[in-house]
């Protein structure tokens, strides 16, 4: 059983006009996909996620990080989308205004229905080539990884590995909307990695309530306005129900 959802929370997210999300892995745990900082299973419990996902690991061993990614990519297809995304769906449909952006590659979120999404950290469904950052189809191609058909360079996923940039536009948004916005939940992340780590406080800096929903303790827990401690996917079913039920 997760914490209860404060009466005055609830009238909060009823009243939002301008409601602003961030989520991690722990919002897609509960349809199956491991989390970063979770062991890993079967082949890949011998390697530590944050080392393969570094544009040096796939310098070092490309073959090692294209099937690492081979491996979640088929994972991800299996997997649904939990109550969780589906509770945050309500959520947009209900508030006037509303930004989710999610630091998770597994497309869940719109799988499960959400419109206005910023994907951080790119999207495990799309390949490019390594030089060029065009997209490319893998299917058909030989190889792991395969060769881009117009330079020859290994073809990789189109995510943010440690060290590279965040698209613009996307943590832009997510800024801004935390700027703006008169709530915001910060839901089942580590809130370790930057930039993203540090859009709920520029919430907190302009005076907006910050919502923690996650199990576990992090390093924002202490300057949350309201802690959700239980999962993403019994916890934002009950805060919806408090505020609109
Ligand atoms: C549940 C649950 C349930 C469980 N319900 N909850 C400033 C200070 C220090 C370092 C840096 C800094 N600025 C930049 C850095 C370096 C670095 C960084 O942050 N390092 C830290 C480790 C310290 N950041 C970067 O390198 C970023 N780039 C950058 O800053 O570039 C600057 C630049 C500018 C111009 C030119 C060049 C460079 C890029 C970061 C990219 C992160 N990429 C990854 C991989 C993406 C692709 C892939 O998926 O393979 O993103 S790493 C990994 O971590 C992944 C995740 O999106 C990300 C965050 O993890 P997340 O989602 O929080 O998951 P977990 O597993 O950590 O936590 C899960 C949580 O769920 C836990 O809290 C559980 O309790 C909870 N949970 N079950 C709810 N049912």
């Not at 919002?27 to 393969?52: C, H, K, M, N």
């Not at 009950?238 to 505020?243: C, H, N, P, W």
Request: with cysteine.
């Amino acid at each position: 059983m997760g914490s209860p959802v404060p009466r005055e929370l609830a009238a909060a997210l009823a009243g939002a006009r301008l409601v602003a999300v961030m989520t991690g892995a722990g919002i897609s745990a509960e349809s199956g996909v491991p989390t970063f900082r979770d062991a890993q299973t079967g082949l890949w419990e011998r390697y530590e996620p944050q080392d393969l996902a570094t544009p040096e690991a796939f310098a070092r061993d490309p073959r090692l990080v294209w099937e690492w990614y081979e491996w979640r990519r088929e994972l991800v297809g299996r997997a649904e989308p939990n109550a969780g995304h589906e509770a945050l769906v309500e959520i947009e449909r209900r508030a006037p205004g509303f930004t989710l952006a999610t630091q998770n590659v597994d497309g869940l979120h719109r799988r499960a229905g959400s419109r206005q999404v910023a994907e951080l950290h790119g999207s495990i469904s799309r390949t490019v080539c390594s030089e060029e950052r065009t997209a490319v189809d893998p299917r058909g191609l030989d190889g792991k990884p395969p060769r881009c058909p117009g330079c020859g360079a290994f073809l990789r996923p189109d995510v943010v590995w440690f060290g590279e940039p965040l698209p613009p536009g996307e943590i832009d948004l997510a800024f801004s909307a935390a700027r703006e916005c008169d709530l915001f939940l910060s839901v089942g992340t580590s809130s370790l990695v930057q930039p993203a780590a540090s859009v709920p406080y520029e919430a907190l800096y302009s005076g907006t309530p910050v919502v923690e929903v996650n199990p576990e303790e992090t390093p924002l827990t202490p300057h949350a306005s309201h802690v959700l401690r239980g999962p993403a996917g019994e916890m934002l079913p009950a805060l919806v129900g408090a505020a609109y039920g």
